[in-house]
């Protein structure tokens, strides 16, 4: 029996419609974008400028605005190192920069790099929600002055939705720049930056459909967000990204995101539909299972289940292989620690080790979920038939 | 040079590709590696069965680039391509050092020297290799030590920089060899223990793999540490952040391979190539040294690169007048500048065979470069 693909949150298999898409660009793009002198080099760059349209489609924002990068890890690192460092070079007093604890790594990583460039980082508390409060903003904006404060618009464990009208609201009023990460946002919920209160935003290719090896960043026009680049070179992208820009990499990622935009409605039902049949399946065989966050505005293809108390994640993981879900993000799993976003939203180390992420899929039918209901039942009731090992002698 | 193709089948309404330097044709091998790892759901860095299976594939692409390239496998780190690869060598091992920077390198790395950094240029000699003296009295030069980049092949006019003297230099004076070897992997053997290099930076698309993928080479037994220029989720050993490309890598290591085992003699088409031009005044960039077996940079004296890549274009020919990066900008070449040739720097094309090229190919650009040279009027490809 094929494993049951429920971790969809680390990375999306490739859309078949994007993936007719990526084997005609192999075949028909041969020339390097940045050549303009030639016509197979016109032809790659009409295609990249396809896919920025694309792209900018789903987003709400103007060709223009959109700035290719190789995935979200690196929008991320641009969009909050770029916009603090240009700040700084540019004689701002601006020194504060704040995320959420409940960040990806790489967020909090880039703002952590910039402690050690004299910025002033602040990490934010979520309530038991797991969302950022706009008084606990508004108190960290009014302390000092802030350059950048970067919130993610859905979380990649939980699923949780944040407010970014408000908080976003809030910042402009302090006169900082609001960076949101759209890594899991993007085409599963709408968004229309040019309503949105928002200077920078990230998205990436390989968690909507779209082939790794491409993402995106959303640059605000007006008013104006400059940044100084993480690296230079040939100057690609009007000097913010160097580098040959993967043309059939991005023509995937430009169908990804119009798919994303027309079946988005589609899709949303039906992850709320796979979620509910789940969870219906599981609940009379195994009772006590809890969805952290559950009275959230969540995504719906994300949830965050934890286990009855006398079960750890870990041990049920080890004797479940016929599906694949994950303790927390892909990034971290290696570590196989609990999530150190469910205890930032005041779940107990215990409780947070019951937890496990389950991410279906555009492709997750019904009846897979009631097979991983099953399945996880299965391994759960198992490792409570197992007798406790004795522990290992010390050494 | 694929004679074997039916030459009663080409589409001559397709433009003849001269231009491998600024990316080479897709080799099949690499487009069935790509496709393979494109089947594969998993997020490499995930412990479930699907990851596992993406991590087992990218390791695999990882010892092939490193025992092809000479490192360990841990020191081979992977990026989204070559500029990338040469950033992440400067900024990530040059901390502290000052940079000295050949005149010709790509502007990667001439632009890439991060900022603040202390930066000396490099001055090439009239074949547009470095000048040794000058290297060694750069590198005596008392202050910090050294940061080197010298670039193995020259993307604009092929020329090899004679690493392995500039490494026993570098070695001499604890100074650190960062090689550019972006337009030689694949073209000619590129051993970084044999070169004396202490890193390289290499691209996918440059050597007939898939653009989004490049990878940096270092020296030595022990994985070696370097402070990031992004970080993401400790993905690549804390030293390059982000999920990694596993088709673009997949097909990097496979197209390195199909170059390698299966090198194409080009040097016969480019000397034929080179020699024609010359028979209707082209002067050669760099003749007289050691050249990547690929490329050739013409100049033509009195007419305006731009007006020569816009002729050969309607003629059907992707060729360049520099790199890629800035081809839509100038067409006047910091490289042949550099190498003391005046007015030739804005009158010079560039001709780069890919690995796929015809000896009629050739052919027909030879006949349309004397037609144009002679400055006759417009002559459509057949």
Redesign the interface.
């Known amino acids: 029996m094929a ?1 049951l ?1 429920f ?1 969809h949150a ?5 859309d078949p419609r994007v ?1 007719a898409v ?2 005609r660009a ?1 075949a028909e793009e ?3 974008p ?8 016109i032809r790659a760059a009409r295609m990249v400028e396809q896919a920025r349209a694309q792209v900018a489609a789903l987003l709400g924002a103007d060709e223009r605005e959109i700035v290719f ?6 929008s ?3 969009a909050i ?1 770029g916009a603090a460092r240009h700040l700084a070079v540019h004689g701002s007093p601006r020194r504060r920069v704040i995320t959420v604890a409940t960040e ?3 967020v909090l ?2 703002v952590a ?1 910039l402690a050690g460039e004299g910025f002033e980082p602040v990490i934010l508390p979520v309530n038991p929600l797991g969302q950022v409060e706009p008084d606990v903003l508004a108190r960290a904006l009014a302390q000092a002055p802030t350059a950048v404060v970067s919130i993610a618009a859905a979380n990649n464990e939980t699923g949780v939705l944040q407010d970014l009208a408000t908080l976003g609201a809030l910042v402009a009023q302090a006169g900082a720049l609001l960076h949101t990460d759209l890594a899991q946002a993007a085409g599963k919920t709408a968004l229309d930056l040019h309503t949105l209160p928002v200077a920078l935003a990230s998205i ?1 290719s ?1 968690k909507l459909y779209g ?4 993402g995106a960043l959303f640059v605000r026009r007006r008013p104006r967000v400059r940044l100084t680049p ?7 992208e009007r000097g913010l990204r ?8 991005l023509a995937g990622f430009g169908e990804a995101c119009q798919i994303a935009r027309t079946d988005m409605a589609h899709d949303g039902a039906h992850l709320a539909e796979v979620q509910a049949v789940f969870l219906a399946r599981l609940g009379p065989q195994l009772p006590g299972c809890v969805v952290n966050a559950q009275e959230a505005a969540r995504l719906p293809g994300i949830f965050s289940l934890r286990l009855p108390p006398d079960l750890r994640a870990a041990e049920v ?1 080890a004797v479940m ?1 016929g599906l ?3 303790l927390g ?6 570590e ?1 620690a609990p999530s150190y976003v469910l205890e930032a939203m005041g779940l107990s180390f215990e409780e947070a080790g019951r937890s496990l992420r389950l991410s279906p899929g555009r492709f997750t039918s019904t009846a897979e979920a009631e097979r991983a209901a099953d399945s996880l039942a299965q391994a759960a009731l198992q490792v409570r038939a197992t007798p406790p090992r004795r522990p290992m002698p010390a050494a | 040079m694929n004679d074997k193709t039916d030459d009663r089948v080409r589409d001559f309404s397709k ?1 003849v ?1 001269l ?1 491998a330097n ?2 080479e ?2 080799r099949p091998l690499a ?1 069935v590696a ?2 393979e790892a ?1 089947d594969l ?3 490499p ?7 596992r299976q993406a991590r087992a594939m990218l390791e695999e692409a990882r010892n092939t680039v490193a025992r092809r390239l000479g490192v360990a496998p841990l020191n081979c780190v992977f ?6 690869a ?2 992440l060598a400067m ?1 990530g091992l040059g901390q502290g050092r000052r940079f000295l920077v050949g005149r010709t390198e ?4 001439r ?2 020297v991060p900022d603040g950094a202390d930066r000396a240029w490099l001055e090439v000699d009239s074949h547009g290799q470095v000048c040794l003296d000058l290297l060694d009295a750069a590198l005596s030069a008392p202050g910090a030590p050294a940061f080197v980049c010298l670039m193995l092949a020259n993307n604009e006019t092929g020329v090899l920089h004679p690493i392995a003297e500039v490494a026993r230099l570098c070695r001499q004076h604890g100074a650190h060899l960062h090689v550019d070897a972006v337009q030689a992997a694949g073209r000619m053997a590129v051993n970084v223990e044999e070169l004396g290099a202490d890193s390289l930076a290499c ?1 996918g ?1 440059k050597m007939g793999g ?4 490049g990878a940096l080479l270092l020296r030595g037994p022990a994985p070696r540490a370097l402070a990031p ?7 690549e050993q804390g030293r390059r ?8 890598i997949a097909g990097l290591a496979a197209a390195l391979c199909d170059a390698l085992d299966n090198p194409q003699d080009l040097l016969p088409l480019r000397n034929r190539l080179e020699q024609a031009a010359q028979a209707v005044g082209a002067v050669v960039c760099g003749a007289g040294v050691p050249r990547l077996c690929n490329t050739v940079s013409l100049a033509l004296p009195g007419r305006r690169a ?1 007006g020569q ?2 002729r ?2 309607l003629d059907g ?5 520099g ?6 900008k100038v067409a006047f070449s910091h490289v042949l500048d550099a190498m003391g040739l005046g007015e030739l720097a804005g009158q010079a094309i560039r001709v780069s065979l890919p690995w796929n090229v015809r000896e009629a190919d050739v052919e027909r650009f030879v006949q349309s470069y004397a037609r144009m040279a002679a400055g006759a009027g417009l002559a459509l490809a057949q």
């Open positions: 494993a693909y971790d680390a990375t999306t298999p490739c993936q990526l084997l192999l041969n020339g390097n940045h050549s303009t002198t030639h016509a197979s080099g990068t190789s995935g979200a890890t690196e991320n690192n641009l190192k990806h790594k790489c990583q880039s790099d990436s390989h082939p790794k090896g491409a993480l690296f230079s070179g040939g100057g690609q160097s580098g040959t820009l993967p043309g059939f990499l993981l292989p694949e879900v994950s993000s892909a990034c971290s799993s290696a196989l | 433009p590709y231009d600024a990316t044709p897709l487009r790509m496709l494109a759901t998993g997020n860095s995930s412990v479930h069965h699907a990851g990026t989204s391509g070559g500029t990338e040469n950033v900024h790509h502007d990667a790395v632009k890439g691209s698309h898939p653009k989004g993928a220029v992004f970080e993401g989720g400790g993905q952040g982000g999920t990694q490309p596993l088709p673009a731009q890549l816009m050969l274009d020919f992707c060729v360049s007048a790199s890629a990066c800035s081809s839509g």
